[in-house]
């Protein structure tokens, strides 16, 4: 029996009354668990068997799967039912992290990360582009794909005007050495934001300009080192 914080990725019906929940634990990764009697509307387990619930649970370990025995409902991100925008870039987050996240592999900061960005989505009407844009960029510096913004990759100089942003190298070239490497161009005002992004917690964001030529240069850096691009969320969004 083990005590964790989960966070539902997926529920599948299993059976006439019970559920096959896909879920990320603070302190195992991924995981699947069934919980018993969730279809029933006087579940005690109802509210925490949902997508999108974060709970606090006590499981039993079996031999395939855990079993939800109680659960104590922390947020279930109300919100994002009434703005489908907010909705969709909520669901995307969770189709990313199913993807990265593996079983008996576990990092905190990712788990509450995306539980922070999943609360702000809920709250937010305007600033759903740019929540994600951070969430994907803070989530490839935790992944180990952490971007230098401050220093040239060729020369090691400070960053101090226009340069290009190499994706496959994960940095700056500055303007004297743009010949030395393939990149993307960026101006210096893209380049402190995307710094700023980075080291900017969700509730700030709103006061960062972020235009969408570099919330599309972050989808796709993250994306170059995962290794995947075609998430069905995206689709609908």
């Not at 925490?48 to 079993?67: G, H, P, R, V, W």
């Not at 917690?201 to 960062?208: D, N």
């Amino acid at each position: 029996m083990i005590q964790d914080e989960i966070l539902i990725l997926k529920e599948i019906s299993y059976k006439e009354n019970d559920k096959i929940l896909h879920a990320l634990s603070k302190g195992k990764g991924k995981i699947q668990i069934i919980s018993k009697g969730s279809k029933k509307s006087n579940s005690r387990l109802l509210n925490a068997s949902q997508i999108f619930a974060y709970s606090k649970c006590t499981l039993n370990e079996s031999k395939d799967m855990y079993i939800l025995t109680s659960a104590q409902l922390l947020d279930n991100f109300y919100g994002l039912k009434n703005n489908l925008e907010s909705y969709y870039h909520a669901c995307y987050i969770l189709e990313l992290i199913s993807y990265l996240s593996q079983e008996n592999e576990y990092d905190a900061r990712i788990f509450d990360m995306t539980v922070s960005v999943l609360s702000h989505l809920s709250k937010s009407t305007r600033d759903q582009n740019k929540l994600a844009a951070a969430y994907e960029l803070k989530l490839a510096a935790m992944l180990g794909y952490k971007p230098d913004f401050l220093h040239c990759l060729y020369c090691g100089s400070a960053i101090k005007g226009d340069g290009k942003f190499s994706v496959k190298e994960g940095g700056i070239f500055c303007g004297s050495c743009v010949n030395y490497g393939n990149g993307i161009n960026v101006t210096y005002n893209e380049i402190i934001t995307m710094d700023k992004i980075l080291k900017s917690k969700f509730e700030v964001l709103g006061s960062i300009e972020v235009p969408k030529h570099i919330m599309g240069l972050i989808r796709k850096f993250l994306f170059f080192y995962i290794g995947r691009d075609n998430f069905t969320t995206l689709k609908l969004l």
